[in-house]
Protein backbone atom coordinates (compact mmCIF):
# COMPACT_ATOMS: atom_id res chain seq x y z
CA UNK A 1 0.00 0.00 0.00
CA UNK A 2 1.67 3.16 -1.38
CA UNK A 3 2.74 5.82 1.26
CA UNK A 4 1.15 3.66 4.73
CA UNK A 5 3.81 4.96 7.07
CA UNK A 6 4.76 1.93 9.01
CA UNK A 7 7.02 3.67 11.51
CA UNK A 8 4.49 5.29 13.12
CA UNK A 9 3.87 3.86 16.62
CA UNK A 10 0.70 1.87 17.11
CA UNK A 11 0.07 4.03 20.04
CA UNK A 12 0.44 7.15 17.59
CA UNK A 13 -1.44 5.21 14.94
CA UNK A 14 -4.59 4.91 17.49
CA UNK A 15 -4.92 8.71 17.72
CA UNK A 16 -5.63 8.42 13.53
CA UNK A 17 -8.98 6.81 14.30
CA UNK A 18 -11.60 9.86 15.19
CA UNK A 19 -14.67 7.95 14.90
CA UNK A 20 -14.01 5.62 18.14
CA UNK A 21 -13.55 8.67 20.13
CA UNK A 22 -15.71 11.60 19.13
CA UNK A 23 -18.79 11.04 17.55
CA UNK A 24 -20.32 14.08 17.69
CA UNK A 25 -17.50 16.33 16.35
CA UNK A 26 -14.45 15.04 14.44
CA UNK A 27 -10.83 16.73 15.21
CA UNK A 28 -10.24 18.54 12.13
CA UNK A 29 -5.96 17.91 13.32
CA UNK A 30 -6.90 14.22 13.20
CA UNK A 31 -8.73 14.72 9.93
CA UNK A 32 -6.02 16.60 8.16
CA UNK A 33 -3.27 14.13 9.25
CA UNK A 34 -0.96 12.17 5.90
CA UNK A 35 -2.56 9.03 7.21
CA UNK A 36 -5.86 9.91 7.86
CA UNK A 37 -6.97 8.60 4.56
CA UNK A 38 -5.29 4.93 4.74
CA UNK A 39 -5.65 4.20 8.56
CA UNK A 40 -9.70 5.17 7.16
CA UNK A 41 -9.30 2.57 4.06
CA UNK A 42 -7.73 -0.27 6.67
CA UNK A 43 -10.28 0.39 8.98
CA UNK A 44 -13.42 0.10 6.40
CA UNK A 45 -11.39 -2.57 4.64
CA UNK A 46 -11.16 -4.31 8.56
CA UNK A 47 -7.10 -4.48 8.36
CA UNK A 48 -4.49 -3.76 10.40
CA UNK A 49 -1.36 -2.04 9.80
CA UNK A 50 0.38 -5.14 10.47
CA UNK A 51 -1.81 -6.67 8.01
CA UNK A 52 -0.27 -4.85 4.98
CA UNK A 53 3.16 -6.77 3.76
CA UNK A 54 6.22 -4.96 2.42
CA UNK A 55 7.13 -6.14 -1.01
CA UNK A 56 10.69 -4.95 -0.95
CA UNK A 57 12.81 -4.03 1.88
CA UNK A 58 14.36 -0.58 1.92
CA UNK A 59 18.15 -0.04 2.13
CA UNK A 60 18.81 1.21 5.50
CA UNK A 61 19.36 4.95 5.02
CA UNK A 62 16.07 4.61 3.34
CA UNK A 63 14.29 3.18 5.98
CA UNK A 64 15.64 5.75 8.49
CA UNK A 65 14.72 8.66 5.92
CA UNK A 66 11.40 7.32 6.38
CA UNK A 67 11.18 6.97 10.32
CA UNK A 68 12.18 10.51 10.76
CA UNK A 69 9.49 11.49 8.39
CA UNK A 70 7.03 9.39 10.08
CA UNK A 71 8.08 11.02 13.40
CA UNK A 72 7.87 14.76 12.13
CA UNK A 73 4.52 14.12 10.69
CA UNK A 74 3.33 12.67 13.75
CA UNK A 75 -0.48 13.40 14.69
CA UNK A 76 -0.49 16.55 16.75
CA UNK A 77 -1.91 14.61 19.85
CA UNK A 78 1.49 12.70 20.06
CA UNK A 79 4.28 15.23 19.80
CA UNK A 80 5.35 15.51 23.47
CA UNK A 81 7.36 11.99 22.53
CA UNK A 82 9.80 14.22 20.19
CA UNK A 83 11.98 15.50 22.37
CA UNK A 84 12.64 12.00 23.69
CA UNK A 85 12.87 9.78 20.76
CA UNK A 86 15.26 12.21 19.20
CA UNK A 87 17.66 12.18 21.90
CA UNK A 88 17.86 8.27 20.74
CA UNK A 89 18.59 9.02 17.45
CA UNK A 90 22.31 9.67 16.41
CA UNK A 91 23.46 12.88 14.60
CA UNK A 92 24.98 10.53 11.78
CA UNK A 93 21.86 8.39 11.39
CA UNK A 94 20.06 11.94 10.95
CA UNK A 95 22.48 12.86 8.36
CA UNK A 96 23.09 9.76 6.18
CA UNK A 97 19.52 9.76 6.26
CA UNK A 98 19.02 12.65 4.33
CA UNK A 99 23.01 12.99 2.15
CA UNK A 100 20.80 12.65 -1.09
CA UNK A 101 18.05 15.66 -0.15
CA UNK A 102 18.23 19.14 -1.35
CA UNK A 103 16.04 21.42 -0.39
CA UNK A 104 14.40 23.97 -2.67
CA UNK A 105 12.85 27.46 -1.69
CA UNK A 106 11.11 29.51 -4.17
CA UNK A 107 8.46 32.04 -4.42
CA UNK A 108 5.45 30.35 -5.83
CA UNK A 109 4.53 27.03 -7.46
CA UNK A 110 5.93 27.92 -10.93
CA UNK A 111 9.18 28.51 -9.67
CA UNK A 112 8.71 25.42 -7.73
CA UNK A 113 7.65 23.67 -11.20
CA UNK A 114 10.36 24.94 -13.14
CA UNK A 115 13.00 24.32 -10.65
CA UNK A 116 12.14 20.37 -10.42
CA UNK A 117 12.39 19.94 -14.04
CA UNK A 118 16.12 21.43 -13.98
CA UNK A 119 17.05 19.31 -11.01
CA UNK A 120 14.78 16.39 -12.58
CA UNK A 121 16.81 16.78 -15.97
CA UNK A 122 20.07 17.28 -14.43
CA UNK A 123 19.44 13.76 -12.55
CA UNK A 124 18.72 12.10 -15.71
CA UNK A 125 21.76 13.72 -17.37
CA UNK A 126 24.00 11.90 -14.81
CA UNK A 127 22.34 8.47 -15.50
CA UNK A 128 19.53 8.19 -12.66
CA UNK A 129 22.56 8.17 -9.61
Given amino acids: MPGLDLDIPD ?9 DVSLVRPSPAVRGHPQYGLAHLLRHMKLERSDVLVLEP ?10 LLSR ?7 TDTWKIW ?3 IEDSRVLDSF ?6 ETANEREEA ?5 RAS ?6 FR
Fill in 58 to 67: SEPALRDRAE
Fill in 72 to 78: AMAPAEA
Fill in 99 to 104: HDVALI
Fill in 114 to 118: TANRN
Fill in 122 to 127: AWARRG
Fill in 86 to 88: RQS
Fill in 11 to 19: EDWLKLNDR
